[in-house]
């Protein structure tokens, strides 16, 4: 059974920092991507970013390019996301998600039907 776990998410003052972890476990993909997506209240999910399993590829929303930056630790099949210069409006629930794929096209790499499991949820809230 595929598993996947979120920790890491709190409350930081803007500006700040969270890092992420993500700990997946039960899959033996050859090719997968594992990806975080965010859900702000009332809305639907946002890729935010993803990183290939063959490769490590990481690719970004642009609404967080250059200050959130993914990576992955094969050896503890985790992939972590590390969140600088938080705003007020990163606020929300964040999600990793994982597919079984070798390659997605750009339209579906932020796409969250993309994905088939996801983990729980980490709420991350930055106070302005």
């Known amino acids: 059974e595929v598993q996947l776990v979120e920790s890491g998410g709190g409350l930081v003052q803007a500006g700040g920092s969270l890092r992420l972890s993500c700990a997946a476990s039960?899959?033996?993909?050859?090719?997968?991507?594992i990806a975080w997506f965010r859900q702000f209240p009332g809305k639907g999910r946002e890729g935010v970013s993803c990183?290939?399993?063959?490769?490590?590829?990481?690719y970004y929303a642009d609404s967080v390019k250059g200050r959130f930056t993914i990576s992955s630790d094969s050896a503890k099949n985790t992939v972590y996301l590390q969140m600088d210069s938080l705003k007020p409006e990163d606020s929300a629930v964040y999600y990793c998600?994982?597919?079984?794929?070798?390659?997605?096209?750009?339209?579906?790499?932020?796409?969250?039907?993309?994905?088939?499991?996801w983990g729980q949820g980490t709420q991350v809230t930055v106070s302005s």
């Open positions: 998600a994982l597919t079984e794929a070798s390659t997605l096209p750009v339209w579906r790499r932020f796409l969250w039907t993309s994905y088939k499991y």
């Open positions: 990183i290939s399993g063959s490769g490590g590829r990481t």
């Open positions: 039960g899959f033996t993909f050859d090719g997968y991507f």
